[in-house]
C-alpha cells in the first residue's frame, strides 16, 4: 500500500460528498451545518422545518424526540430528481438531521424505470403514500380535537360573562319605573350589545354542529306573527337611532300558526335583519311573508323576503357571500364588523330543513334575500292549544323549594339567586365545586343547578361524586356555555344553555318542582271553550282521562322498562292531547321531550327520570279530579 496517499483525507473527502449534517433549535433556527450536499447559500437565513416540508407535517413528531430515542429514520425521499436518507435525533439542547445520497437507490429506481419494471416502484409509491395518509389523518384527527376544545373553552369562557350581563339587565329592566328614560336607552342599549355576542357565540356553536352533522330540528306549533314582530321590536331602536324604518308584513292567505323549528326561523330573521339594519342608513328595511304553496301531507311552503334600501352588492360579489368567513367587500369587517359566518350558517340551516334560498342586490340601491321554507299548517285545535300554552305568568310555587346554585361567576350567582327567590324559593350559593360538595353533605337539597366549569371541582366531577352517593337524593341541572358529550349529560336530570332565559329557568323549576299555588294543576278553560259549555261533555271528558290515563301510564312504563323506542314516542304522542284536555301544560311539555327523545334516539338516559316526574303528575290529577264528580 501506497502511504504517501492520505487514505483517511481521502475518506473524509469521500464521506462528506454523500452527506450532511444540520443542527437546529425547535423553533427551525439552524444552528450550524457543513453544507455538502446542500449548500450555505441555499440554507442561509432559512429556517429548517420552511426548507423541508416533509418536517414541516411532522414537527410534533420532531420536537417530541429526547436524548436517547432512536432516531427517526425516512428513506429514499426524493427532493429535485435526487433520493436522500434522511435521520433526526435529539442532541442536547438541539436537534440533528443526518442527509445521505442514495445514489445507489436512485440509480436502481433509474434502471428499473428505463426497462419498464415499475411494478416495484408502484408498490413502493403506494406504500409511502400509504404512509403519507396515515401521518395527514392523525394530523386532521388532532386538528378536530383541539377545534372541538378551542370551540368548547372560547364559548364558555364568552358565554359566562354574557350570562351575567343579559341577566342584570333583564333585572333591571323589571324595575322600569324607577328608571328614566335616558336610562332606559342606555340599558336597552346594553341589552342590544349582550344579544349580538350571543349571536356571535350561537353562530360558532351552529358551525361545528353542522360540520360534526349534530344540528337537529325541533318541531313546536308557534305563532308567526309573533315571531315576525319579535324580530322587528328587537332592531326597532337600532334603526329609529338610524333614522331608518323597520317592519313587517304577512300575506292575508299565510297561516298564523304552524309546525316546526321557531328558534331557528327567528335565528334566520337576525340576521337577515341584522344585516339589513346594519347595512342601511337611509330608507327601510322589510320582513316579508308573502305566500305559500300547497305541498303533500297538509305541508305547506312558506315564501319569506327581507329587504333593505342600503348599500347593496355588486353583482359579481354575490356568488361569494355565503362563503364562510367572506364579505362582499375587504372594508366591511372594518367598518361594519361581524364574523362572515351569519349568511352561511343561515344558508345551510335553510337547506337543513329542505328549503332554498337566494339573493338579488344592486351596488347603491339595496338587497334582497329570498327563502322557503315546508311548515305544517296547524289545525283549530292545536291554534287553541297554543294561545293557552303561551300565557305564563311566572308566578311563585307553593312549595319553598330548596335549590343550590354553584357557580364561579358571582354575577350569575346574584342574577339566578333574584329570580329563584322572586319564585318562593330558597337558595343557597357556592362559588366553587368543593363548598357546594360541603354544603350538599350537610344538608338537602330539592334541586342543584351546577356550573360546568369551576374551581376545585368542576361540575361534571361533582355530578359523578353525587351520581355515586346514595346518601345524596337530588335533582341535577347543568349549567354550561358549551355543549356536552352524551356521556357529560346523563350525569344530570337536565342542562341548560348559558345565557339562560328567565323562561327556561322557569319552566325547569316546573318540570322538576310542584305547580305554583295561584294554579290549580287542572285547567279546564280549553275544555270548556271546546266544549260550548255543556257540562255533561265535561264530566264525560274528565272520567275518560281517568279511565283511559292509569292504562296509558302503565303501558308507557312497561315500554321505558323493555326500551322498545318506538312505543315510547307512540304512547307519549297519543298522551299528550289528554293533558293538553286538561290544561297540565307541564305534562304536557314532559311529553313532548319524551316523544323527541324517544324519536331521535337521544338523551334516552334522561327518560325514566321524566316519566317519573309524569307520574307524580298524573298521581296529583287524580286526586284532583275527584273535586270535579
Partial sequence: MDKS???????????ASRSQFIIFEAEGRIIDSCYTIIPASLLAEKNFFDFFPLFESLREEVLSLQMGNMPLQFPRVEIEDQIFDFSVEKVEQYWLCIIEKNSADYQYISDLQQLGKTS???KEKIELQNQLLELKNQELKRMEQFKTQFFSEISHELRTPVNGIVGLVNLLLDTTYQLNAQQMSYLKAIQSSGNHIVTIINDILDLSKIESGKMTFEEVCFNLDDVLQNVILSFQQMAQSKGIQVSYSLGASVPRYVWGDKVRLAQIFY?????????????????NATKTLAKEDDIEQFYFQVSDTGIGMAKEKLAYIFERYTQADTNTTRLYGGTGLGLSIVKQLIELQKGSMSVESELQKGTTFFFDLPYRKATATEIAENQLTEKNDFLPFEKKAKILIADDNEVNLMVNERMLLSWNCEVFKANDGRKALELLINQPFDIVF?????????????????????????????????????????LFQEVLLKPIAKADMYHCLQRWLLMPSQRNMINLAYLRKVSEGDEEFVQKALLFFEEGTKEEMQNLKTALNAKKWYEVWNLAHKMK????????????????????????????????????????????????LQQYK
Fill in 577 to 624: 292531547s289528554s293533558f293538553k284536555l286538561l290544561g297540565v301544560l307541564e305534562a304536557v311539555d314532559l311529553l313532548e321531550r319524551i316523544e323527541s327523545m324517544a324519536q331521535e334516539g337521544e338523551d334516552l338516559v334522561q327518560i325514566p327520570n321524566m316519566f317519573l316526574r309524569l307520574e307524580d303528575i298524573a298521581e296529583g290529577i287524580m286526586n284532583e
Fill in 271 to 287: 340576521n337577515l335583519v341584522g344585516n339589513a339594519v346594519k347595512f342601511t342608513h337611509e330608507g327601510e328595511v322589510t320582513l
Fill in 120 to 122: 416495484a416502484i408502484e
Fill in 450 to 490: 351546577l356550573d360546568i366549569q369551576m374551581p376545585e371541582i368542576n361540575g361534571v366531577e361533582l355530578a359523578t361524586f353525587i351520581k355515586g352517593n346514595q346518601a345524596i337524593q337530588t335533582t341535577l341541572i347543568g349549567l354550561t356555555g358549551t355543549m356536552l358529550n352524551e356521556q357529560e349529560k346523563q
Fill in 5 to 15: 496517499i492520505n487514505w483517511n483525507a481521502y475518506k473524509t473527502q469521500y464521506l
